[in-house]
């Protein structure tokens, strides 16, 4: 029985290693901040990079990294001019991909789990009571889910990262994007 069983893990093993298809994209796109973010910042870049398999043709799983730069604004708060710095977010999540055609077009479903930083948050007050310069930094759970589609090595997709939330008390605030991306996803090996 050990021996069958070893027999059929190896033929398994060699399987899967003669259709591996290795998959390598890029992108960059548009990020719009929502969430308590959305108050305070207007809207900026965003970037990705990924390296992953296709476990099936229509199943891929990948580690994606993806950076948003959010630009500050300007605001008056009780008669203060309030100043906030750009946001940085930058996510590193397994990312599984379900396709809905097997060729041509081919729309898709996806779901990424991990990890963003959340970058120095710089608020500036200025008025009766002076400067107060105040700077958060953490790092939270993240999900991620989108849909796109990939046509050739074309890949677009519009994608929601929730962050969690950063800072504490009062100023606690919920930290999320909407991001339309457009790049290029290759596909190395199989059939």
């Not at 390598?24 to 910042?41: C, E, S």
């Not at 963003?116 to 107060?132: H, L, W």
Request: cysteine-free; overall charge negative.
């Amino acid at each position: 029985m050990r021996k069958f069983l070893l027999l059929a893990a190896v033929a398994l093993l060699g399987m899967t290693a003669a259709n591996a298809q290795v998959k390598l994209g890029f992108g960059v796109g548009y990020a719009l901040p929502t969430g308590d973010i959305a108050d305070y910042t207007d809207g900026g870049v965003s970037a990705h990079l990924e390296l992953g398999y296709g476990v099936t043709e229509d199943i891929d799983v990948s580690i994606l990294a993806q950076g948003d730069f959010l630009v500050g604004g300007d605001e008056t708060i009780n008669g203060q001019n309030v100043s906030f710095g750009a946001i940085a977010l930058s996510s590193y999540l397994l990312n599984g991909r379900y396709y809905f055609r097997k060729e041509g077009f081919r729309p898709y479903g996806s779901l990424g789990l991990g990890i963003t930083s959340i970058g120095s948050v710089e608020v500036e007050a200025t008025g009766n009571t002076g400067d107060v310069e105040v700077a958060a930094s953490t790092s939270n759970f993240a999900i991620r889910p989108a849909i796109g589609f990939k046509y050739g090595v074309l890949n677009m997709n519009v994608a929601y990262l929730n962050a969690g939330k950063t800072g504490e008390g009062n100023f606690e605030q919920s930290v999320s994007d909407f991001t339309i991306n457009l790049g290029l996803l290759f596909t190395f090996g199989g059939n």
